[in-house]
């Protein structure tokens, strides 16, 4: 069957993107942000995911105000990166897996959740910055990717125990599917940030860290933790805070499973206008 | 019943909610055309006469061209729409983000390197932080860029 192996959970900050892709990431504001990413580089070469779930939102490019969707699962064989306005990043296209994909979709909807099924879209930072973080610059990603978009623009956002419940009922889906397949899950946004009004610029080390030591440890609890707090304390796009629920919430130690292995833990300070935050989550086999 | 807003006690802050979004659905809209190359270039050679293909109120257009971000998102845009206007004129996030505050970009820069903004006492109206009412424009130039 397929199995989630692990989870990865990281910032996706534009600027990280094109630092990497203007070759700055050596320059002294950066060369600290992308070390890091070092451990995660070597650890993911030896892990060998088939498919990576990859939990992201779309910052109004694939989804404008003409719709816009809680949670959206991509189904589709490929993707484009997107044209944010500074043209499309120069990374490889991203290629989806269309029958896990589908299958998860069937599993989590009939489980209560429903999902919006995405053929056709081009995909953003959000996706494509995780990606560069975790594989560097190779001429192909070496997996499939499946990607599941989250609205955290327009309020109300998911809640953290909703984002919760779903990352259990994917990995439910996962595992009932009858492929030999290595999947990861990866959250991604955050951390503590807010790009707009007098209150730009608004970082929250103590509260950042403090939502690391409890995504860890006690997940649950942290579910129950309100939209207001997080806006209020981790700033109005710290919200994107939530999509590392639906990662953490598809570990073992969930559904009863021995606590997951910390291989990784990263916080730096800043990345532009936001607090970049890094854990590598592996289930214990 | 009036809806459940926990967030209007938030200083420097508009969440950008359904009625937000209802306020600048053209706003947005507008700001998402110029992802498409051909619409920044006509965008850029008579600005007014673009906007003014769009359903959208005088104010919205004079906040746009004014390059007024608070007032844009005061009147119901959002900062990820209004990103494109950034990237149409050349700006980083840095940059647009910093805009909103009154702080030269140097000074803005300064501040996230030195490890950003407080929260403390910028959690609620009324309390004394930098990014309360009182405290506005922040910086040295006081807005005059």
Known sequence: MARITASVYTSHVPAIGAALDLGKAQEPYWQPLFAGYDYGKEWIKEQKPDVIFLVYNDHATAFSLDFIPTFAIGTGAEYQPADEGWGPRPVPKVMGHPQLAAHIAQSVIQDDFDLTIVNKMDVDHGLTVPLSLMFGQPEAWPCAVIPFAVNVVQYPVPSGRRCFQLGQAIRRAVESFDGDLNVQIWGTGGMSHQLQGPRAGLINKEWDNAFLDRLIADPAGLAEVPHIDYVREAGSEGIELVMWLIARGAMSDVAGGPAPEVKQRFYHVPASNTAVGHLILENKQ | ?145
């Not at chain 2, 619409?39 to 906007?51: P, V």
């Not at chain 2, 004014?66 to 004129?89: E, S, V």
């Open chain 2, 1 to 145: 019943m009036a809806l459940n807003k926990p967030y209007l006690d938030l200083p420097g802050t508009t969440i950008f909610d359904a009625e937000q979004s209802r306020k600048g659905y053209w706003l947005n809209q507008f700001c998402m055309s110029l992802m498409k190359a051909d619409n920044r270039a006509r965008f850029k050679a008579d600005e007014r006469a673009y906007l003014d293909e769009w359903a959208m109120s005088e104010e919205q257009k004079q906040a746009v061209l004014d390059r007024d971000l608070n007032r844009c998102i005061a009147l119901g845009g959002n900062i990820y729409f209004l990103a494109k206007i950034g990237a149409t004129d050349g700006k980083s996030f840095q940059q647009m983000a910093g805009s909103m505050t009154g702080m030269t970009e140097e000074e803005y820069r300064d501040m996230m390197l030195g490890g950003g903004r407080s929260a403390e006492g910028n959690r609620y109206l009324g309390e004394d932080g930098d990014a309360q009412p009182q405290h506005q424009p922040q910086g040295k130039s006081k807005g005059s860029n």
